[in-house]
């Protein structure tokens, strides 16, 4: 059993900064990629940020330059910090871990998502 949990998340103001949190536990033996989604309403969830195991970073380009993702491989967590936030960044915030289990098969588990409204 696997289980992905996002923290954090909720109200900000325009400029305003705000930290989400993404822990991943149970049968773990490994966990590769680990990446940031966001969905507005109306529109389809989209890639904001990934780290690979080795730490490698990429950013989609409406975030560069305000969001940092790293994560804490000894925790199983990703963190996404999130800086300049403006109304368009408002969504639901998915966390995704690609996660090895005892034969070393890889699958995605996602976690239920968290509320991120920055009002203008």
């Known amino acids: 059993q696997v289980l992905v949990e996002e923290s954090g998340g909720g109200l900000v103001q325009a400029g305003g900064s705000l930290s989400l949190s993404c822990a991943a536990s149970g049968s773990i033996f490994g966990i590769d990629s680990m990446d940031w989604y966001r969905q507005a309403p109306g529109k389809q969830r989209e890639l904001v940020a990934s780290?690979?195991?080795?730490?490698?970073?990429n950013y989609a380009d409406s975030v560069k330059g305000r969001f940092t993702i790293s994560r804490d491989n000894a925790k199983n967590t990703v963190y996404l910090q999130m800086s300049s936030l403006k109304p368009e960044d408002t969504g639901v915030y998915y966390c995704?871990?690609?996660?090895?289990?005892?034969?070393?098969?890889?699958?995605?588990?996602w976690g239920q998502g968290t509320q991120v409204t920055v009002s203008s």
């Open positions: 780290i690979s195991s080795s730490g490698a970073r």
């Open positions: 995704k871990a690609a996660i090895r289990n005892i034969l070393r098969y890889v699958r995605d588990y």
